[in-house]
């Protein structure tokens, strides 16, 4: 009898120990499109809600280092231009741009072998679940398949702002996602709905809440098969739009556009905001004072409470109602 208690309560106390150590997340900021200037940011953000929570801690897989810098678009010729000058621009340009697609290449290949090791599944799997922050393009994945697999299986997926124009081509991507981007207009203030305020990952957004960013305009997107956080029921930039680019939007059908969702995927959990291009969505403390800073320190500490809980959330530490298509 003695013995049976000592096994239970050693069985109980191991339990225990389990639940109180942190999760284990891995963040992916590697980049191979548009490389947000506040990506690092978003780093120190993420490391420091890990340590001052404790419910979780952080690994990263960052961006390497030598990328080659792109020479941009061929040059136009201006008034100021004689023939020979823009002769000499245009050769420069064709020097510089075959320079960099031959450094491109190289480059190329340097990501998809430090990927390879760094996103091999056997060197991920143990991890309880992934934060995209501001990833773009194709991140050259050894197993990208296998690495959606992880998620259905039940790891957590978390994805801020570009994560969503990431992966465009890879379908299982985005069906696990839940969308992605199709573009933007100029940064405009918002006050986004929201759609469940007693919502683990929304209840810290207060009444009237406005924040100033780059607004996504998101495709591949079903309302019936998420749970709507944020959203707006019109154009983040309608007053700014011409009539022909509100005559195209009209064209669309569009009358929804999302700005954050969760949803169950098998038994693993997702979570999306596509806020956080600006340094001071992330950061209370990023520029404070000066003319750069468009968004006030308490806005920052909301998106970062709603950024803490959608990993909790996620990582099956919180608990919420999340049925799909609570989006009218």
């Not at 963040?27 to 690092?40: A, C, D, K, L």
């Not at 810098?69 to 621009?89: M, Q, S």
């Not at 009237?208 to 983040?236: C, M, Q, R």
Request: hydrophobic share 35%; aromatic share 10%.
């Amino acid at each position: 009898m003695i013995q049976r208690l000592t096994l239970l309560f050693s069985s109980l106390l191991a339990l225990a120990t389990a639940s109180a150590e942190p999760k284990k997340l891995l963040v992916v900021t590697v980049t191979t499109g548009f490389r947000h200037s506040s990506i690092e940011t978003a780093e120190k953000v993420l490391a420091e809600l890990g340590e001052k929570s404790g419910a979780f801690t952080v690994d990263f897989v960052h961006h390497p280092e030598g990328q080659p810098k792109n020479p941009g678009k061929p040059p136009v010729r201006t008034d100021k231009d004689t023939d020979e000058t823009f002769k000499a621009k245009t050769e420069a340009y064709s020097i510089a741009n075959a320079r960099f697609n031959e450094e491109n290449k190289v480059w190329g290949d340097k990501i998809k072998a430090y990927m390879a090791d760094k996103m091999a599944i056997d060197k991920i799997k143990h991890y309880d679940g992934f934060v995209f922050a501001n990833t773009t393009g194709d991140l050259q994945f050894p197993d990208r398949d296998g690495f959606i697999k992880l998620i259905e299986n039940g790891k957590a997926f978390i994805a801020m702002h570009s994560g969503s124009d990431t992966y465009h081509p890879f379908r299982g991507y985005i069906d696990m996602l839940g969308g992605e981007f199709e573009t933007h207009k100029s940064q405009v203030e918002i006050q986004p709905v929201v759609h469940n305020p007693a919502h683990v990952i929304t209840k810290a957004v207060p009444q009237g809440w406005k924040v100033f960013d780059e607004i996504y305009i998101i495709k591949s997107f079903d309302k019936t098969k998420v749970h709507g956080l944020l959203g707006l029921n019109a154009h983040p930039n309608l007053a700014q739009l011409s009539d022909d680019d509100k005559k195209k939007e009209a064209a669309t059908g569009r009358s929804y556009y999302p700005v954050s969702w969760c949803k169950e995927f098998g038994a693993g959990r997702v979570y999306y905001n596509s806020l956080g291009h600006r340094e001071d969505v992330w950061d209370p403390t990023w520029k404070e004072g000066t003319k750069d800073r468009k968004n006030s320190p308490e806005i920052a500490h909301t998106y970062q409470e709603m950024i803490l809980a959608g990993i909790k959330w996620a990582l099956k530490l919180e608990e919420a109602a999340s049925t799909p298509g609570n989006i009218p």
